[in-house]
């Protein structure tokens, strides 16, 4: 999990340099945002574990669609939460 944690850090690093360069490709479709939240969630387990925090759902998930790049908005959520968690 680590490795696949600093692969995931360096992937970041070099999205942020293609961005810079206006070169960063984006796939948009329609996208429910309840999935991009359950795979943040999935992907922040072991950061909450480490933090001994752990993650609940209130309530039930948000019903909306939005028009984006699922990995991208994935990876947005898990930052927040990881930030969040430590």
Do not use: H, W
């Not at 999990?1 to 206006?22: A, H």
């Amino acid at each position: 999990r680590n490795c696949i944690r600093l692969t995931n850090l360096i992937n970041d690093t070099m999205d942020f340099e293609k961005l810079k360069l206006g070169k960063l490709k984006f796939e948009f479709k329609k996208i429910n945002l309840a999935n991009v939240m359950m795979e943040s969630i999935k992907s922040s387990e072991m950061v909450a574990q480490k933090f001994n925090v752990k993650i609940l759902i209130e309530g039930s998930l948000p019903v909306a669609e939005v028009s984006g790049d699922y990995f991208r908005l994935v990876q947005l959520m898990t930052n927040l939460l990881s930030n969040a968690i430590k």
